[in-house]
């Protein structure tokens, strides 16, 4: 662990950040890839939102979790990662799994065969999802990192999280551009929301009070090719 | 075809109870004709269209048939059942209800008539509705939101069984939105109810009365017109343009150089509306003309984002005749007269014939006597513009927007409406919608996938079975399948969606964010509070502001200063030119012996543009070219409205990005359209790479058309605005923000999902159907380029022409949208590295 290395290896590359000494390349499509480890981070799939909101009357089309699936499997198939961490939430509710068209399914199982699958428990789906392969925990400790779903109140060094769906703004030129975002100060990490469907919450909130050291706060805005490493200066709220 | 009312044939004839006769007596006046007329009309059960300028007593002819019928009904026995509504008022201003209460209150009680008026709006306490559900009153003032409501209770047709006219106010403002066709729906359900109902509508000049006549009664046979009464216009207005001293600008949109004699014309008046056309216009001419107000004049504020109890107080004032002056948007567009306005000035152009017309009816509410009003054009093209609209004004030319086919997502809305009342039978539903205008032409395949969507989504995957809204029960009546859908349904009724909007918080001066408890000056639109930074200044409610900050769903201010203030842009409220407007103006520029009419400033400067350039024949489109500093220019005229402008640019641009021109950027007004690239554009049309005729041609509208839509930021919101009245998402509510952005979807998101699984999806459809009449105008567009073809005037220039000045002024003013996001988030991180010594 060396904070020093982490802090000024934050923009070594566009897309690479470190954190607590582990290189992790920040995906402009909202996952992190750690290479050392051939580890693939992603959160808050929020598979099934679309059905579960129908069973509450709002009939949002029911092909959110066919398009979350599609962009899964394209950055799987970039990276080959031989572990995938689920951050959590990736059900929109306990019974997401069970309503999953079969297609679906099939789709999802295909991608964990081979590999090291890791369900961490979220607060929309805190037990295992039903009849899938992978194994759900409730944190999970790789080397210097720790990943879990909710991002802990004390600073906890190497923590990746998710929960919070980041995203930020700016004020360029009179116009207003917002984002979904990693946010991180080189020690932890909290990822954007990957799902279709799932909205996001300003860095600026006070959600986030006291989780990153201000200092060293960046927010890296998901772009169409790459990532946009902004200062807490630059953002605004809202 | 206009019926003249015969007064001598009808007087005889018509049942006009002696109270009324003796009123009127006692009044010292006669009935008008027309009032007549329609009274005799509609004892002979027919329904009728009353077209009449302001000031005709158009109110009191539409109630005559309702008050004298009501006036020999027999009285309520004790004990004996209430009776249910029999007349409905619909207006489209929940104030214009208001205000007939109160007018028609007045009669009546004169008269002495045992009739009960109330009003029904937004504004309605809970326990008077409850109590008007139990006894209803005899005439029930309301809204078309107001009537989709009682439509969709349960006990709706027994409430409106007695009922026998329906009067609608204002219907050729009615008519042309989706407000109109919920209305229309809503008016074939009342005629099921109550199959002899009679329908009474009042409206100003339009251009095609018949349409509104068909409107106006169930379209069975199809073609069915109610009758029509016409009363000629009152007397010619006086009206003038402003011939000022000062320099007239070239561009621009705020009339600075002409306040001091607009000045002049307020003191030299009674009381002055001036009208603008949108609120950032009206926030700058209020500043300016307090600026200039040495005698401290009673001037006044009014448009639609300022609080209600500021423009109740306004209103209030202005009936007291305590102003001398008001600024105003369309808000005081509609018929509603207070006080006693001798002049009325209409700052900008009128961008319509007959919207001048309206609003200069305002002045002098009398019909026998001239408005006077003064026109103020705001640069040099709306001189051409005021001087179009003056001439049509005075011919009696109109050009209301013709009425367009009715919405899929306001029938879906109503469709599950209806199921919230009652089972319907789809079958007699589907005759039933077909029997409103608008919906006449509506194939049953669409009703019928219109239904499929409001049940379980109309989606191909069929995954939300379980979860539907309305099924059908075995015996073939659809059915709501929960009575938590019904209450969805009333707090979703309406077409109206707002863009999201904050409440303006006034706080004091150095408390910053942590001030409390101000008072609340209005709403302004989320989108532009957003690119606000604290300490920004900024103009609103006719006061300089000072940005604070955004707290949940507030806009937090306190006291600005004056430097540097931004004037807040809204969207919509910008009217295009009309094209019977722009038809005059092209006609006006082909034609030098009209120029004497204009200003002198004016004329020189179309001598100009004839002597370094070109003018085009009235059918012809001219499009310049010319180099400027280091980037190739090309301008066209279509003068065909800022929207067919903007659609016009996306393409072109997108074509000459095609022809490897480097297309940098394009900028639109109502007038012309600019276009700028770093290759000489004038050398690809000589090599024809491609001809001018090529670049211009129709087809532009097929594939461009469709790629460049589906990724636009207008069919994002379009989509919203569909979705939202379709019920498909709900409205966004005060207060509801606070539970976080992360736990709703955003329409974008629905949409970009949407859109790449489903792409002929019957809401993507209703989407892109708007979006083309609409925001971008296609059908206009279409006329245009098909009326030019062949007619494309090319004139090469070593410099920029007089015409061109104007809108080589707008540029850099208005950014476009694009990939331009990206690069300013470029920008930003740039910023970042530079600041942190990595580059």
């Given at each position: 662990?060396?904070?020093?290395?982490?802090?000024?290896?934050?923009?070594?590359?566009?897309?690479?950040?470190?954190?607590?000494?582990?290189?992790?390349?920040?995906?402009?499509?909202?996952?992190?890839?750690?290479?050392?480890?051939?580890?693939?981070?992603?959160?808050?799939?929020?598979?099934?939102?679309?059905?579960?909101?129908?069973?509450?009357?709002?009939?949002?089309?029911?092909?959110?979790?066919?398009?979350?699936?599609?962009?899964?499997?394209?950055?799987?198939?970039?990276?080959?990662?031989?572990?995938?961490?689920?951050?959590?939430?990736?059900?929109?509710?306990?019974?997401?799994?069970?309503?999953?068209?079969?297609?679906?399914?099939?789709?999802?199982?295909?991608?964990?065969?081979?590999?090291?699958?890791?369900?961490?428990?979220?607060?929309?789906?805190?037990?295992?999802?039903?009849?899938?392969?992978?194994?759900?925990?409730?944190?999970?400790?790789?080397?210097?990192?720790?990943?879990?779903?909710?991002?802990?109140?004390?600073?906890?060094?190497?923590?990746?999280?998710?929960?919070?769906?980041?995203?930020?703004?700016?004020?360029?030129?009179?116009?207003?551009?917002?984002?979904?975002?990693?946010?991180?100060?080189?020690?932890?990490?909290?990822?954007?929301?990957?799902?279709?469907?799932?909205?996001?919450?300003?860095?600026l909130?006070r959600?986030?009070?006291?989780?990153?050291?201000?200092?060293?706060?960046?927010?890296?805005?998901?772009?169409?090719?790459?990532?946009?490493?902004?200062?807490?200066?630059?953002?605004r709220p809202g | 075809?206009?019926?003249?009312?015969?007064?001598?044939?009808?007087?005889?004839?018509?049942?006009?109870?002696?109270?009324?006769?003796?009123?009127?007596?006692?009044?010292?006046?006669?009935?008008?004709?027309?009032?007549?007329?329609?009274?005799?009309?509609?004892?002979?059960?027919?329904?009728?269209?009353?077209?009449?300028?302001?000031?005709?007593?158009?109110?009191?002819?539409?109630?005559?048939?309702?008050?004298?019928?009501?006036?020999?009904?027999?009285?309520?026995?004790?004990?004996?059942?209430?009776?249910?509504?029999?007349?409905?008022?619909?207006?489209?201003?929940?104030?214009?209800?208001?205000?007939?209460?109160?007018?028609?209150?007045?009669?009546?009680?004169?008269?002495?008539?045992?009739?009960?008026?109330?009003?029904?709006?937004?504004?309605?306490?809970?326990?008077?509705?409850?109590?008007?559900?139990?006894?209803?009153?005899?005439?029930?003032?309301?809204?078309?939101?107001?009537?989709?409501?009682?439509?969709?209770?349960?006990?709706?047709?027994?409430?409106?069984?007695?009922?026998?006219?329906?009067?609608?106010?204002?219907?050729?403002?009615?008519?042309?939105?989706?407000?109109?066709?919920?209305?229309?729906?809503?008016?074939?359900?009342?005629?099921?109810?109550?199959?002899?109902?009679?329908?009474?509508?009042?409206?100003?000049?339009?251009?095609?009365?018949?349409?509104?006549?068909?409107?106006?009664?169930?379209?069975?046979?199809?073609?069915?017109?109610?009758?029509?009464?016409?009363?000629?216009?009152?007397?010619?207005?006086?009206?003038?343009?402003?011939?000022?001293?000062?320099?007239?600008?070239?561009?621009?949109?705020?009339?600075?150089?002409?306040?001091?004699?607009?000045?002049?014309?307020?003191?030299?008046?009674?009381?002055?509306?001036?009208?603008?056309?949108?609120?950032?216009?009206?926030?700058?001419?209020?500043?300016?003309?307090?600026?200039?107000?040495?005698?401290?004049?009673?001037?006044?504020?009014?448009?639609?984002?300022?609080?209600?109890?500021?423009?109740?107080?306004?209103?209030?004032?202005?009936?007291?005749?305590?102003?001398?002056?008001?600024?105003?948007?369309?808000?005081?567009?509609?018929?509603?007269?207070?006080?006693?306005?001798?002049?009325?000035?209409?700052?900008?152009?009128?961008?319509?014939?007959?919207?001048?017309?309206?609003?200069?009816?305002?002045?002098?509410?009398?019909?026998?006597?001239?408005?006077?009003?003064?026109?103020?054009?705001?640069?040099?093209?709306?001189?051409?513009?005021?001087?179009?609209?003056?001439?049509?004004?005075?011919?009696?030319?109109?050009?209301?927007?013709?009425?367009?086919?009715?919405?899929?997502?306001?029938?879906?809305?109503?469709?599950?409406?209806?199921?919230?009342?009652?089972?319907?039978?789809?079958?007699?539903?589907?005759?039933?919608?077909?029997?409103?205008?608008?919906?006449?032409?509506?194939?049953?395949?669409?009703?019928?996938?219109?239904?499929?969507?409001?049940?379980?989504?109309?989606?191909?995957?069929?995954?939300?079975?379980?979860?539907?809204?309305?099924?059908?029960?075995?015996?073939?009546?659809?059915?709501?399948?929960?009575?938590?859908?019904?209450?969805?349904?009333?707090?979703?009724?309406?077409?109206?969606?707002?863009?999201?909007?904050?409440?303006?918080r006034y706080v004091r001066q150095g408390r910053g964010m942590a001030g409390r408890g101000g008072?609340?000056?209005?709403?302004?639109?989320?989108?532009?509070?957003?690119?606000l930074r604290p300490g920004?200044?900024?103009?609103?409610?006719?006061?300089?502001?000072r940005f604070e900050g955004i707290r949940e769903?507030e806009c937090v201010v306190s006291?600005?200063?004056?430097?540097?203030?931004?004037?807040?842009?809204?969207?919509?409220?910008?009217?295009?030119?009309?094209?019977?407007?722009?038809?005059?103006?092209?006609?006006?520029?082909?034609?030098?012996?009209?120029?004497?009419?204009?200003?002198?400033?004016?004329?020189?400067?179309?001598?100009?543009?004839?002597?370094?350039?070109?003018?085009?024949?009235?059918?012809?489109?001219?499009?310049?070219?010319?180099?400027?500093?280091?980037?190739?220019?090309?301008?066209?005229?279509?003068?065909?409205?800022?929207?067919?402008?903007?659609?016009?640019?996306?393409?072109?641009?997108?074509?000459?990005?095609?022809?490897?021109?480097?297309?940098?950027?394009?900028?639109?007004?109502?007038?012309?359209?600019?276009?700028?690239?770093?290759?000489?554009?004038?050398?690809?049309?000589?090599?024809?790479?491609?001809?001018?005729?090529?670049?211009?041609?129709?087809?532009?509208?097929?594939?461009?058309?469709?790629?460049?839509?589906?990724?636009?930021?207008?069919?994002?919101?379009?989509?919203?605005?569909?979705?939202?009245?379709?019920?498909?998402?709900?409205?966004?509510?005060?207060?509801?923000?606070?539970?976080?952005?992360?736990?709703?979807?955003?329409?974008?998101?629905?949409?970009?999902?949407?859109?790449?699984?489903?792409?002929?999806?019957?809401?993507?459809?209703?989407?892109?159907?708007?979006?083309?009449?609409?925001?971008?105008?296609?059908?206009?567009?279409?006329?245009?380029?098909?009326?030019?073809?062949?007619?494309?005037?090319?004139?090469?220039?070593?410099?920029?022409?007089?015409?061109?000045?104007?809108?080589?002024?707008?540029?850099?003013?208005?950014?476009?949208?694009?990939?331009?996001?990206?690069?300013?988030?470029?920008?930003?991180?740039?910023?970042?590295?530079?600041?942190?010594?990595?580059?």
């Amino acid at each position: 662990m060396n904070f020093s290395l982490a802090r000024t290896s934050l923009i070594a590359e566009a897309n690479l950040v470190g954190i607590a000494g582990e290189r992790a390349v920040c995906d402009p499509r909202g996952v992190l890839y750690f290479p050392d480890l051939r580890l693939l981070a992603v959160s808050d799939l929020h598979l099934e939102k679309g059905s579960s909101l129908a069973r509450r009357g709002a009939l949002i089309p029911p092909y959110d979790t066919g398009a979350t699936l599609l962009r899964l499997q394209a950055v799987i198939a970039d990276y080959q990662p031989s572990i995938v961490i689920s951050l959590g939430d990736s059900f929109h509710d306990g019974g997401g799994a069970e309503r999953m068209h079969a297609s679906f399914r099939e789709r999802l199982e295909a991608l964990i065969s081979g590999r090291d699958w890791f369900w961490v428990a979220g607060n929309h789906d805190p037990e295992a999802p039903a009849d899938l392969p992978g194994e759900t925990v409730r944190e999970l400790a790789i080397g210097s990192l720790l990943f879990r779903h909710e991002p802990s109140k004390e600073r906890v060094e190497g923590e990746i999280a998710g929960h919070l769906h980041p995203c930020a703004r700016i004020v360029q030129r009179g116009r207003s551009v917002r984002r979904r975002c990693f946010v991180g100060d080189g020690d932890r990490m909290i990822m954007p929301a990957f799902g279709a469907y799932t909205g996001s919450l300003n860095v600026l909130d006070r959600a986030y009070a006291g989780l990153f050291r201000l200092d060293t706060l960046m927010a890296y805005m998901l772009g169409a090719e790459r990532i946009f490493a902004i200062s807490r200066s630059m953002l605004r709220p809202g | 075809m206009t019926e003249q009312p015969r007064l001598a044939e009808h007087n005889a004839t018509v049942a006009l109870p002696e109270p009324f006769i003796r009123w009127f007596g006692e009044k010292g006046w006669s009935p008008r004709a027309h009032q007549i007329e329609l009274l005799a009309r509609a004892q002979g059960g027919q329904s009728v269209l009353l077209i009449a300028p302001t000031g005709a007593g158009k109110t009191l002819a539409g109630f005559l048939p309702s008050l004298t019928e009501l006036a020999n009904r027999p009285r309520r026995k004790p004990g004996q059942a209430h009776r249910g509504i029999h007349t409905l008022y619909i207006s489209p201003l929940k104030a214009l209800a208001v205000d007939i209460e109160r007018n028609l209150g007045k009669p009546v009680e004169e008269i002495g008539l045992p009739v009960t008026i109330e009003t029904r709006t937004g504004d309605t306490p809970a326990h008077k509705r409850q109590r008007q559900k139990l006894v209803p009153p005899d005439i029930l003032l309301t809204t078309p939101e107001q009537l989709a409501l009682l439509i969709a209770a349960p006990d709706a047709r027994r409430f409106f069984e007695d009922l026998r006219y329906v009067v609608l106010d204002e219907l050729h403002s009615l008519v042309t939105s989706k407000r109109g066709h919920l209305l229309a729906l809503g008016l074939a359900r009342l005629r099921s109810y109550v199959p002899g109902l009679q329908t009474i509508g009042l409206s100003a000049t339009v251009a095609e009365p018949d349409e509104l006549r068909r409107w106006l009664v169930g379209q069975n046979p199809p073609g069915a017109m109610a009758g029509l009464i016409t009363v000629a216009g009152g007397a010619k207005p006086d009206i003038t343009i402003l011939d000022s001293e000062q320099h007239v600008p070239w561009s621009g949109h705020s009339a600075r150089y002409a306040i001091p004699e607009i000045y002049e014309a307020i003191k030299r008046h009674r009381t002055t509306l001036l009208f603008v056309n949108t609120r950032s216009q009206a926030e700058l001419l209020f500043q300016e003309l307090w600026r200039a107000n040495e005698d401290s004049l009673p001037i006044a504020l009014h448009h639609g984002s300022l609080d209600v109890g500021q423009r109740r107080r306004v209103e209030k004032a202005m009936g007291e005749n305590a102003l001398r002056a008001i600024v105003a948007t369309s808000t005081l567009d509609l018929g509603i007269d207070w006080g006693d306005v001798d002049l009325v000035v209409h700052v900008g152009a009128p961008k319509g014939a007959s919207r001048l017309a309206q609003r200069i009816g305002r002045a002098n509410h009398r019909m026998d006597e001239p408005s006077k009003a003064i026109l103020i054009p705001a640069n040099r093209f709306e001189v051409l513009e005021c001087r179009a609209a003056l001439d049509a004004n005075y011919l009696g030319a109109q050009d209301t927007p013709p009425l367009i086919t009715g919405a899929l997502d306001v029938l879906s809305q109503h469709v599950l409406g209806v199921a919230c009342g009652a089972p319907f039978d789809a079958d007699y539903l589907f005759e039933e919608v077909r029997s409103a205008a608008p919906y006449a032409a509506l194939a049953r395949d669409t009703f019928d996938r219109v239904v499929d969507f409001v049940a379980t989504g109309g989606y191909a995957l069929k995954n939300y079975e379980r979860y539907a809204r309305i099924r059908k029960t075995v015996g073939g009546l659809w059915r709501v399948s929960h009575p938590r859908v019904a209450q969805q349904y009333r707090l979703n009724v309406g077409t109206i969606v707002e863009m999201p909007e904050l409440n303006v918080r006034y706080v004091r001066q150095g408390r910053g964010m942590a001030g409390r408890g101000g008072p609340v000056l209005g709403k302004i639109e989320e989108y532009f509070a957003e690119t606000l930074r604290p300490g920004d200044n900024f103009l609103f409610a006719g006061k300089v502001l000072r940005f604070e900050g955004i707290r949940e769903n507030e806009c937090v201010v306190s006291n600005g200063t004056g430097a540097n203030i931004i004037v807040p842009s809204y969207a919509g409220g910008k009217f295009p030119l009309s094209t019977y407007l722009a038809d005059q103006v092209r006609g006006m520029l082909a034609d030098s012996d009209r120029w004497q009419a204009l200003p002198e400033q004016v004329a020189d400067w179309l001598r100009l543009q004839k002597e370094k350039s070109v003018l085009p024949k009235r059918g012809d489109l001219l499009v310049e070219t010319f180099p400027r500093g280091n980037r190739h220019y090309m301008v066209a005229y279509p003068f065909e409205g800022r929207l067919a402008h903007q659609t016009l640019g996306m393409l072109l641009t997108r074509r000459l990005e095609r022809a490897n021109a480097r297309p940098l950027g394009f900028v639109a007004t109502d007038y012309s359209l600019a276009v700028w690239a770093l290759d000489d554009m004038a050398a690809l049309f000589k090599a024809r790479k491609p001809s001018l005729a090529a670049l211009f041609d129709e087809d532009m509208l097929g594939d461009d058309l469709e790629a460049w839509l589906n990724d636009s930021w207008m069919l994002k919101r379009t989509f919203r605005t569909c979705a939202v009245i379709a019920g498909l998402i709900e409205k966004r509510f005060p207060g509801q923000e606070k539970s976080g952005r992360q736990v709703t979807v955003s329409a974008d998101l629905i949409y970009d999902v949407l859109r790449s699984h489903e792409p002929d999806h019957i809401l993507l459809q209703a989407t892109r159907t708007d979006a083309s009449a609409g925001l971008l105008d296609v059908s206009r567009l279409a006329e245009m380029l098909s009326r030019v073809r062949g007619r494309i005037m090319h004139k090469h220039l070593e410099q920029i022409s007089p015409l061109a000045v104007p809108i080589m002024l707008e540029i850099g003013k208005e950014s476009v949208n694009g990939g331009a996001n990206e690069s300013l988030l470029m920008e930003a991180a740039d910023l970042v590295e530079e600041a942190m010594g990595q580059r």
